[in-house]
Every structure is written in C-alpha cells, then in structure tokens.
C-alpha cells in the first residue's frame, strides 16, 4: 500500500499546536506517557495469551526498550506488546474520540499554573501527543500481535500525518522522537543524556510490572558495547510493607493509574489472609473529574491476580457511589482466565467489595476527625456522589450516614453531622428538620424557614439533587423522622407563647369564608387553601403534602424518562399579614369579586416565586403586576 496523507482531526490538531508552542515547567512527562502506554500494551498481550485469544505469541521476555542515538538525536521506546493494527492507529493515533476533548483542552488553555498545565497530559488518552513538546517528528512502527504486515505512522505535528503498510516490523510498538536542540531556557532536556532518561523513569515508572531496559550506546561500527539496563525495581508496591514505600511513591502510582497530576487527598492500605488472601491500595483522589456524573465515565480499580494484570477498571471491586476511588487490588485466588461476567457471580469478589467498601467509609468518617480541612475537600468534591448509596446501599446506609455531613442553620460556616444535630435538638422537639433547594441562599430566604427561624428550630439546608431521593429513602436517623419543612402541616413546640385552641378556632371561623372561596377559585392549580403555622413574615406560602412528591422531584423522574402524575401544591395563608387580613376583610366586605380575583391570582403566584418556581401564566401575572402598581402611583 502505497503511503497516505491524512489530517488530523480539529481535536487532535488543536492539541496538538497546544503541545508544540506551550510553554511546560516539565517536559519529562512525555517518557512517563509513552513508557505507561507501552505497559499497557504488554498487560493486554499479556492477558490475551493467558485467555488463548493469541495461543501462538511468545510472551515470555515482555519488556520495553529506550534507546538513544545521539548522533541523529532519536529516543525510541519500544515495547513487544499486542500492538496496533493499521485500523486502529488511524482511530486511535489520528483522532481523539472522548467526549471530554473539548473541556480537556480549555482546561488545557487555562491551567492556572504550569505544574497544572504538565499533568493535564495522560487525561482523555492523549499521551501519546506529549511527545510533540520535545521532538519535531515522531514515527510510530507497529504491528499487532497476531497479524504479519505492520503500519508506520509519521507527522511533524503540523496538521497532518502519514501512514503507510511495512512487511517487516517486529510485534508490539515502537515511537522514535525526533528530538528538538536542548534549551534550557524553556526547560528542555538533553534527552539523549542517559542520567536524564535513568532519572525520569526512576521518578516515575519504578513500579512498572514490566522491566523498563535501557540499551547500551551504539558504538562507530553500530555495534551495541555492553549489556541492556533495567532501570525499574518493578516492585509491587502493594506487596511491599508500609515502612519500605516512600508517601512519594505512593502517590507516583497514584497519578500513573488516575492519570491526574495532583496528588491523592488520602491513600488506603488493606491486606486479608487467611482462606481467601488480596491487598488492595486504593486512594482518594483530591478533586472530581469533571465527567463524574456522565454516563460513560470510566470507573472501577485495577485487578491483579497474583500481580498479573488482569482489567483496567473492574466495575465489580467497588459500589458505583465509590467510582472516584482509584487502585489496586491484587487476589491470590482468583483464576487468571476471569471474565466481567464471572466476576460477577462470584463470592469472594462480593467479599472484597463489601471489605473495600467498609474500609473506604470508615476512613472518609475518620477524616472528618483527624483531618477536617481534607474532610472538607473531600465532601465537597465528593459528597453528592457518596449520598447516592444511602438510595442504592441498604447494607451500608449507617456507615454512609457516618461518614456524611450536612449544612445547617446552625453554623453558616460548618457542616454538621445527624448525630450533632440530634445531640442539639430542642427539649420536645420530635423530628428532624430539613429543607431541599438550588443553594443555602435560597433556602434561608424561603418562607418556609420563617418559623424554625423565629423559634430557632435547626434546619438541614440541602443543595444536592441526590438529597430530594435519599431523605425518603433514609426516612429516619436513631428514631427521629426526616421531615421537609415545605411537606405537610407544621406543628412546632417554641420559645413564644402559642394560640389557644379557642382562638384558633376563632380564627379558622373568620378566615372560613375567604379559605373556602380561594380554594374553589385556584382548584385547578391547588389542592387546598389553608392558614399557615410556618409564615411569620410572608403572607404566603405553597407546600407539597406529606407523602407528595416535590416539584423538583417530579422533574427529576421526567428527566430520566419516566412519568410521573403532578401533584397539586396546597397555598398556605398567614393570617398575622396585613395583607391577608385585607384581603379577608374585602371578601366580607365587597359583592364584586373581579379584583378580588386578580389579588388571589396574585398571591398565588409570588408564593410560586418565592420557592423558586414559575408564574403559570407570566404574562398575565406581570399585567396583573404593572396594572396594581399603576393604581399605586
């Protein structure tokens, strides 16, 4: 096949300049990158011949090679991994197909400093490209395992590459850099310098499974003088004791499997022997990956059995409201031909999961302990997702609720747990308070919240979308019931003195009249009026009824499809306003009810907009609006 021109997708050109011209403090992430993609490439080999999809391939000296040529300023690292066929090195090499691209590279463009800017490389698969920052051209040969014809694949970054069928390329991958005159200037390295490249893979790929061999320099006749290097200890440090691995290390693991640049906010140890032996090294990472809540986001820990590599991200180690946890689980009894469908009926992956787990909350609880300012980091990067499993994990659920916090009225500043808030409550007070909303700012201004303010009662302010599901599946905490102060009747216990039974009585006579017309004249949009215990400055309020469902929960089910019947909201009316007595007052008062009307309209609808909702008619509602405030002038 005779050679082919290609251009790059608009992605991978645009990352591809972004690469080129930047300016990075760390140019030595490319070797971390490409020596990552080529342990890949042998941990698939690797499992292939282990499942008998490729019975033929030796896979007995897996390793990868770097090797220098100073005279025509080349590295090459060379791996005989599974290799790529020539379809695949156009999708995979010419094309960046996430859907995260786009926000991978305006993150790219903004990272605040350039320590940011170097780690964003090895997010989205695009570490291949680094290699751009320290050469002029870069030539891939590959030939996938299996097949017997390869495919070189050449571009100088410039918006287009070449690619063309070689009869003889050895098995797995091999890039050549064609590297760019050292300027040390703009921090680039000598990367033909052997103490550099001895350098760059100790700092970064020292617990690669896979001997990383440096090959001795060629000498005039092309000979090679000396024997190859490995430059790695290739020690799991999973399997090595706690006092023998430097926190550092831990977190090169870390980035090499999370691919993130920072470090993990906290690293988890877990060892079990006896009838069923693994260990696992998981960590917790210090920020959310912005497709956390996507459907295809990537989650799951790495699987080794027997420190073989077994699956990249194994679904089954961990609850989906735990898929921010990255690591490494290593079993010693598990078979090496494991499928995704086996791992899912079998019991000792259920007790690893149910181990990881408890092991995952009880760390995140001691957090909140011994290390608020990184509890903090971690709910608020991570909160909305662990509440997930108080809908989804029953098992769990008290553990869940242990390790979670939640904003209150008590503290503007601090979060609270239930069991603080419980510790707190008044003298007869019976339930747990607790308001939904967009943010605290909208929760506090609500009129809901004017009696448990005036009387000092502590509310539970929830911003999540999670928190309109879990609070009823929860239900309640150490016999105390979660109760919404937008649901149902109120009936506090206060600090003021409360009506008698006779005037509210009296009171419900006078008002029977207007509560009764109002009802019957809004009885398409609500289900009943009635006087409010919870309005102490507003005139009034809509509330969902005990067991109904909220508005933002209807449009959460309609959001994901399913149909849900609309509730009507129940208009509550505070009977100290002066604008309710008024407009009580006129209903007595006057036979013609048109304007009367119009008010009732209009009480209505800013009790709709107060809790955030819409006018059913907005344009009638800010004619009715102009019109009143036309009268006033």
Same mark, same amino acid.
């Given at each position: 096949?005779?050679?082919?021109?290609? %251009?790059?997708?608009? +992605? !991978? &050109?645009? =990352?591809?300049?972004?690469?080129?011209?930047?300016?990075? @403090?760390?140019?030595? *992430?490319?070797?971390?990158?490409?020596?990552?993609?080529?342990?890949?490439?042998?941990?698939?080999?690797?499992?292939?011949?282990?499942?008998?999809?490729?019975?033929?391939?030796?896979?007995?000296?897996?390793?990868?090679?770097? %090797?220098?040529?100073? +005279? !025509? &300023?080349? =590295?090459?690292?060379?791996?005989?991994?599974?290799?790529? @066929?020539?379809?695949? *090195?156009?999708?995979?090499?010419?094309?960046?197909?996430?859907?995260?691209?786009?926000?991978?590279?305006?993150?790219?463009?903004?990272?605040?400093?350039?320590?940011?800017?170097?780690?964003?490389?090895?997010?989205?698969?695009?570490?291949?490209?680094?290699?751009?920052?320290?050469?002029?051209?870069?030539?891939?040969?590959?030939?996938?395992?299996?097949?017997?014809?390869?495919?070189?694949?050449?571009?100088?970054?410039?918006?287009?590459?070449?690619?063309?069928?070689?009869?003889?390329?050895?098995?797995?991958?091999?890039?050549?850099?064609?590297?760019?005159?050292?300027?040390?200037?703009?921090?680039?390295?000598?990367?033909?310098?052997?103490?550099?490249?001895?350098?760059?893979?100790?700092?970064?790929?020292?617990?690669?499974?896979?001997?990383?061999?440096?090959?001795?320099?060629?000498?005039?006749?092309?000979?090679?003088?000396?024997?190859?290097?490995?430059?790695?200890?290739?020690?799991?440090?999973?399997?090595?004791?706690?006092?023998?691995?430097?926190?550092?290390?831990?977190?090169?693991?870390?980035?090499?499997?999370?691919?993130?640049?920072?470090?993990?906010?906290?690293?988890?140890?877990?060892?079990?022997?006896?009838?069923?032996?693994?260990?696992?090294?998981?960590?917790?990472?210090?920020?959310?990956?912005?497709?956390?809540?996507?459907?295809?986001?990537?989650?799951?820990?790495?699987?080794?059995?027997?420190?073989?590599?077994?699956?990249?991200?194994?679904?089954?180690?961990?609850?989906?409201?735990?898929?921010?946890?990255?690591?490494?689980?290593?079993?010693?009894?598990?078979?090496?031909?494991?499928?995704?469908?086996?791992?899912?009926?079998?019991?000792?992956?259920?007790?690893?999961?149910?181990?990881?787990?408890?092991?995952?909350?009880?760390?995140?609880?001691?957090?909140?302990?011994?290390?608020?300012?990184?509890?903090?980091?971690?709910?608020?990067?991570?909160?909305?997702?662990?509440?997930?499993?108080?809908?989804?994990?029953?098992?769990?659920?008290?553990?869940?609720?242990?390790?979670?916090?939640?904003?209150?009225?008590?503290?503007?500043?601090?979060?609270?747990?239930?069991?603080?808030?419980?510790?707190?409550?008044?003298?007869?007070?019976?339930?747990?308070?607790?308001?939904?909303?967009?943010?605290?700012?909208?929760?506090?201004?609500?009129?809901?919240?004017?009696?448990?303010?005036?009387?000092?009662?502590?509310?539970?302010?929830?911003?999540?979308?999670?928190?309109?599901?879990?609070?009823?599946?929860?239900?309640?905490?150490?016999?105390?019931?979660?109760?919404?102060?937008?649901?149902?009747?109120?009936?506090?216990?206060?600090?003021?003195?409360?009506?008698?039974?006779?005037?509210?009585?009296?009171?419900?006579?006078?008002?029977?009249?207007?509560?009764?017309?109002?009802?019957?004249?809004?009885?398409?949009?609500?289900?009943?009026?009635?006087?409010?215990?919870?309005?102490?400055?507003?005139?009034?309020?809509?509330?969902?009824?005990?067991?109904?469902?909220?508005?933002?929960?209807?449009?959460?089910?309609?959001?994901?499809?399913?149909?849900?019947?609309?509730?009507?909201?129940?208009?509550?009316?505070?009977?100290?306003?002066?604008?309710?007595?008024?407009?009580?007052?006129?209903?007595?008062?006057?036979?013609?009810?048109?304007?009367?009307?119009?008010?009732?309209?209009?009480?209505?609808?800013?009790?709709?907009?107060?809790?955030?909702?819409?006018?059913?008619?907005?344009?009638?509602?800010?004619?009715?609006?102009?019109?009143?405030?036309?009268?006033?002038?």
């Amino acid at each position: 096949m005779p050679t082919e021109t290609f %251009e790059f997708q608009v +992605e !991978a &050109r645009q =990352l591809l300049q972004l690469m080129i011209h930047s300016v990075y @403090s760390n140019k030595d *992430v490319f070797l971390r990158e490409l020596v990552s993609n080529a342990s890949d490439a042998l941990d698939k080999l690797r499992l292939a011949a282990l499942r008998d999809d490729l019975p033929d391939v030796d896979v007995s000296d897996l390793h990868i090679e770097l %090797e220098v040529d100073k +005279e !025509a &300023r080349t =590295l090459t690292v060379r791996d005989n991994g599974i290799g790529m @066929s020539y379809d695949e *090195v156009t999708r995979l090499i010419g094309t960046i197909a996430n859907s995260g691209t786009a926000k991978f590279l305006q993150e790219l463009r903004e990272a605040e400093d350039a320590a940011g800017a170097d780690g964003l490389i090895g997010q989205f698969g695009v570490g291949f490209y680094s290699g751009f920052m320290v050469a002029d051209e870069v030539t891939l040969v590959t030939r996938r395992a299996g097949e017997t014809q390869g495919t070189r694949w050449t571009s100088r970054g410039e918006g287009t590459y070449t690619l063309e069928t070689v009869d003889e390329a050895p098995q797995g991958t091999s890039v050549t850099l064609h590297l760019k005159p050292a300027d040390s200037e703009n921090q680039l390295h000598d990367y033909t310098s052997t103490w550099k490249i001895r350098e760059i893979v100790k700092r970064y790929s020292d617990f690669i499974t896979w001997p990383v061999r440096l090959l001795p320099e060629r000498g005039e006749d092309g000979a090679e003088s000396g024997e190859a290097e490995t430059l790695n200890s290739m020690k799991a440090l999973w399997a090595r004791p706690r006092d023998e691995v430097s926190d550092d290390e831990y977190h090169e693991l870390y980035k090499h499997i999370a691919h993130d640049w920072r470090e993990p906010l906290e690293t988890i140890r877990l060892q079990a022997e006896g009838t069923f032996e693994y260990q696992a090294l998981l960590f917790v990472p210090a920020h959310a990956p912005h497709d956390l809540f996507t459907q295809g986001y990537q989650r799951g820990v790495q699987l080794y059995v027997k420190r073989v590599f077994i699956m990249d991200d194994c679904e089954e180690l961990l609850p989906p409201y735990l898929r921010f946890v990255k690591g490494v689980v290593d079993a010693q009894d598990l078979s090496l031909n494991v499928s995704r469908e086996i791992l899912q009926q079998d019991r000792h992956i259920r007790m690893i999961q149910r181990r990881l787990t408890k092991k995952v909350l009880a760390t995140v609880k001691d957090l909140r302990t011994s290390a608020p300012e990184r509890y903090a980091t971690f709910w608020r990067e991570f909160g909305p997702v662990l509440k997930e499993g108080l809908v989804t994990d029953s098992e769990n659920r008290d553990a869940i609720l242990a390790a979670s916090s939640f904003a209150s009225t008590h503290d503007a500043e601090e979060s609270t747990t239930l069991q603080a808030y419980v510790e707190r409550m008044k003298d007869g007070q019976k339930d747990i308070w607790y308001m939904t909303g967009e943010s605290r700012r909208a929760i506090e201004d609500s009129p809901h919240m004017e009696a448990f303010r005036a009387k000092g009662v502590e509310v539970l302010l929830l911003t999540d979308a999670v928190d309109e599901v879990w609070v009823d599946a929860v239900g309640e905490y150490e016999g105390k019931a979660l109760r919404s102060v937008a649901k149902g009747e109120i009936d506090l216990e206060g600090d003021r003195e409360e009506k008698s039974d006779t005037e509210k009585e009296q009171q419900g006579e006078e008002y029977a009249g207007l509560l009764g017309w109002m009802s019957e004249h809004l009885s398409e949009d609500v289900k009943e009026v009635r006087l409010s215990s919870r309005l102490t400055v507003s005139p009034a309020c809509v509330v969902s009824d005990a067991n109904e469902l909220t508005p933002a929960l209807e449009n959460m089910y309609r959001a994901m499809g399913q149909e849900v019947p609309h509730a009507k909201r129940i208009l509550e009316l505070n009977p100290e306003h002066q604008l309710v007595k008024s407009l009580n007052r006129a209903y007595t008062e006057q036979q013609d009810r048109t304007e009367l009307t119009e008010t009732a309209d209009l009480l209505h609808a800013l009790a709709v907009l107060a809790e955030g909702g819409r006018p059913k008619e907005p344009a009638r509602f800010v004619k009715l609006v102009a019109d009143r405030l036309e009268r006033t002038l």
